[in-house]
């Protein structure tokens, strides 16, 4: 079967876009091929800077015959109904139809449509144009004659304007031969904007820039590499890893690997080639991620570190060029050596500028004075200055200082829940924003934090406030690590609490794929810090109140403790009801419920939306460590807020569940919850509880005992946490559940004893709902 080769060639494609240009290429031929009627066995995708290759092997030469079956109207139908059918069907006169009976319809005109199939070449000359001038670029551009626009001429040439092709960046030349291997492939001619689809193709742009006639996949490729072009870009990128460590090696020196620098620098060259270049050791005196950002950023090379160190940099660097130089790379090394001393010089101007005092210290005063700061600090200083500028966290959710101060209240409530130290969470608060101000993260916004606990230890910061000010940001995605320092716990929580508040305050929730403010990810953050550092809080505790102070502005709410009095007064039972909406209002100065002011009806609304953002969060968590899915919606209610005593209901009800004992407790209340849920749909009465004295047979006696004593058993041990115990204690009421079926008749014709037996069975459910919601789980 034959084989198809493409080649695509223009000027430098960024390296950013070409693996996923090279699949979408693959997709839309082979799709369009497949839909024309075509079939393949196998399509492999290449890219180069300079190119886009595909090989697909093989493909059907030709289209196979179709017969299309096309119904028509009656015979009997209007002249004009049965002209439009034979148009339709391509007919010209009605005897060149069928005439079919059916016994309910009766008789019907029908067409058989013969298809003959197409030559494979036929299909690729016509359905490739339209790929290549439909091509999904992010951004495209037309060049030549194509930039002009249309009736404008420049040395002969007229502008085709607005209806000429447009590439990322001008194409240049097409290869599309077609045959099997043993028979003389041919050329497939298709013409887009006066490049014609040959056999011809270049090779290194200096190293062999002269033409080169191409076949077949195979020499293609050996075309190219006799012409210094590895079209593979996996193989280049282990060009490049290998010989850059063993470069590295060479000199005594260990490659500092970085995978998302390998995939750039592999799609910047065709032909690599490793080379050392080397800098002055003063510029090792600066923190190792700004060298390291510097070289990567400025001039995409790899750096280096002495054999066996695990931190410290050494002064040699790694650049990958893409010609054979004659003189061995010298130059090219001096050149990449001069450009990298120049961009460390600045860096290490940033680095010891940071370390300095600000020229205008009599305008901070202000703002030392709000945040405690102390301004003979150098990032006190910078703190000072993020809100004396007032610079803008978001326009409807005020400053990067009002943002400081609300996460501030919030890390002063999460500190005793968390057990962090709260004045060095304070600290770390007001500290954890400063380096944002640093000319270091100026230059290198990838910088955040890790330069502000560089500065904070510099200037004597307790360590736990050090790796707060980095830490706070994490985790950052799934495989991101979390903070293990309670008060970086602390500050973490309050960050991501606060930013996940704010948006939903202002109606800037995710919506399908879009999530401009990663909120899916500070929720996931969130979760990941509760369950993995096994933190126990009541995430509506801290949502209410933060929409309200995001509603209402800054109230006594911010003044810390806000949470303190209603625990201690109110109580938990409360927490939506007359007395805590009464406290709030007192406290806020806005009006209870139920007047005219929709606040408290807004506020609860979207902390339910919330909530139920972080359960979502939760599960794609939770199935991610294994868990069933019908086991995570069997112990998570809608108001469940302490996740981490979610994930261990989940855990034990994994574990239970396999056992006799956990078999007992699922088919013992599934049977009494599936009859009271039926006969709830019916509208059947339901006593309200359980009457003894309505209690006539031993069977129903004996199951409201048991109930009452596993009740008892499994509320002593949920209040311990003690989820398996509880779940043991429940699973004793599947013998006299069994026997009360088999001796009892639910459905009474007393309406009474049917309510009270009922009633019965809703107790088995309450009892069992302190733990789980059984009726969810399979099996």
């Given at each position: 079967m034959p084989d198809l080769l493409l080649e695509l060639r223009s000027e430098e494609i960024p390296a950013r876009l070409q693996r996923k240009a090279a699949g979408d290429l693959k997709k839309l031929v082979t799709d369009a091929l497949v839909e024309a009627g075509l079939s393949y066995e196998g399509a492999r995708e290449y890219w180069t800077p300079r190119r886009l290759a595909l090989d697909i092997r093989g493909l059907t030469a030709r289209s196979a015959d179709v017969r299309e079956e096309k119904k028509g109207p009656r015979v009997d139908a209007p002249e004009k109904a049965i002209e439009g059918f034979l148009r339709g069907a391509g007919l010209s006169d009605v005897s060149q139809a069928q005439v079919v009976s059916d016994p309910k319809k009766g008789d019907f005109y029908v067409a058989f449509i013969e298809k003959p199939g197409r030559p494979a070449e036929e299909i690729i000359a016509a359905v490739m144009p339209g790929i290549i001038r439909d091509f999904p670029w992010p951004k495209s551009m037309r060049s030549g004659s194509a930039s002009m626009p249309r009736g404008m001429s420049y040395g002969g040439i007229e502008g085709k304007g607005s209806e000429s092709l447009r590439w990322v960046r001008p194409l240049q030349s097409i290869v599309c031969t077609f045959g099997t291997e043993h028979d003389e492939v041919a050329v497939i001619p298709f013409e887009i904007d006066g490049i014609v689809a040959s056999n011809i193709t270049y090779g290194h742009r200096f190293h062999a820039p002269e033409a080169i006639t191409v076949k077949r996949f195979g020499d293609y490729v050996a075309s190219l590499e006799k012409a210094k072009v590895v079209l593979d870009a996996e193989r280049r990128r282990q060009i490049i890893a290998q010989d850059a460590a063993n470069l590295a090696f060479a000199n005594g020196l260990d490659l500092v690997e970085d995978a998302d620098l390998l995939e750039e620098v592999s799609g910047l060259v065709e032909y690599p080639h490793v080379l050392l270049g080397t800098f002055e050791d003063d510029f090792l005196s600066i923190p190792a991620e700004i060298i390291r950002l510097t070289i990567k950023t400025n001039q995409k090379c790899f750096v280096t570190r002495p054999h066996g160190e695990t931190e410290k940099l050494s002064n040699h660097f790694i650049l990958v060029s893409n010609i054979e130089a004659k003189d061995g790379g010298k130059e090219i090394m001096h050149g990449n050596g001069k450009v990298v001393r120049a961009r460390l010089s600045d860096a290490l101007h940033f680095w010891k500028r940071d370390q300095g005092d600000l020229p205008d210290l009599d305008t901070l005063k202000a703002s030392a004075a709000k945040f405690g700061l102390d301004l003979a600090k150098p990032l006190d200083q910078r703190m000072a200055k993020l809100d004396a500028l007032n610079v803008t966290f978001h326009a409807k959710l005020g400053t990067q200082g009002e943002r400081v101060a609300r996460i501030r209240a919030l890390a002063k409530e999460l500190a005793p829940i968390v057990g962090a130290d709260a004045a060095l969470v304070d600290r770390a608060v007001v500290l954890a924003k400063a380096d944002l101000r640093t000319e270091a993260v100026g230059e290198f916004p990838e910088l955040q934090g890790v330069m502000g606990r560089k500065y904070a230890l510099l200037q004597g910061e307790h360590e736990s406030v050090a790796a707060a000010i980095e830490d706070h940001y994490k985790p950052q995605g799934p495989s991101d690590r979390v903070p293990d320092d309670r008060v970086a716990i602390t500050v973490a929580l309050a960050d991501k609490l606060d930013t996940l508040v704010g948006f939903w305050a202002i109606d800037e929730k995710p919506t399908g794929s879009k999530d401009p403010f990663a909120l899916r990810r500070a929720a996931l953050g969130v979760v990941r810090i509760l369950l993995e550092r096994g933190v126990r809080l009541s995430l509506l505790s801290e949502i209410i109140p933060a929409l309200v102070v995001m509603k209402v502005g800054p109230s006594n709410l911010t003044s810390g403790g806000r949470f303190t009095f209603w625990k201690k007064n109110i109580g938990e039972t409360d927490l939506l009801g007359p007395?805590?909406?009464?406290?709030?209002?007192?406290?806020?100065?806005?009006?209870?419920?139920?007047?005219?002011?929709?606040?408290?009806?807004?506020?609860?609304?979207?902390?339910?939306?919330?909530?139920?953002?972080?359960?979502?969060?939760?599960?794609?968590?939770?199935?991610?460590?294994?868990?069933?899915?019908?086991?995570?919606?069997?112990?998570?209610?809608?108001?469940?807020?302490?996740?981490?005593?979610?994930?261990?209901?989940?855990?034990?009800?994994?574990?239970?569940?396999?056992?006799?004992?956990?078999?007992?407790?699922?088919?013992?209340?599934?049977?009494?919850?599936?009859?009271?849920?039926?006969?709830?749909?019916?509208?059947?009465?339901?006593?309200?509880?359980?009457?003894?004295?309505?209690?006539?047979?031993?069977?129903?006696?004996?199951?409201?005992?048991?109930?009452?004593?596993?009740?008892?058993?499994?509320?002593?041990?949920?209040?311990?946490?003690?989820?398996?115990?509880?779940?043991?204690?429940?699973?004793?009421?599947?013998?006299?559940?069994?026997?009360?079926?088999?001796?009892?008749?639910?459905?009474?014709?007393?309406?009474?004893?049917?309510?009270?037996?009922?009633?019965?069975?809703?107790?088995?459910?309450?009892?069992?709902?302190?733990?789980?919601?059984?009726?969810?789980?399979?099996?």
């Open positions: 007395a805590f909406f009464g406290w709030l209002s007192e406290r806020t100065q806005i009006p209870v419920p139920g007047s005219s002011e929709p606040v408290w009806q807004e506020t609860i609304s979207e902390a339910g939306h919330l909530l139920s953002f972080f359960h979502d969060r939760l599960k794609v968590y939770l199935r991610d460590q294994g868990a069933r899915h019908d086991i995570i919606d069997a112990v998570l209610t809608p108001e469940a807020d302490d996740l981490l005593m979610v994930a261990r209901r989940a855990e034990a009800l994994t574990a239970f569940i396999t056992s006799e004992d956990g078999i007992n407790l699922l088919a013992g209340t599934k049977r009494a919850t599936q009859l009271l849920a039926a006969e709830e749909k019916k509208g059947t009465v339901v006593a309200d509880a359980v009457s003894e004295a309505l209690l006539t047979l031993d069977a129903e006696k004996a199951l409201y005992a048991a109930i009452r004593v596993a009740t008892a058993e499994a509320a002593e041990a949920v209040a311990k946490e003690d989820f398996r115990s509880a779940m043991q204690a429940l699973s004793k009421l599947r013998a006299p559940v069994d026997t009360f079926f088999d001796d009892v008749l639910v459905n009474d014709e007393d309406a009474a004893i049917r309510a009270n037996r009922l009633a019965l069975l809703k107790a088995i459910r309450e009892a069992t709902g302190t733990v789980a919601d059984f009726s969810k789980i399979a099996g």
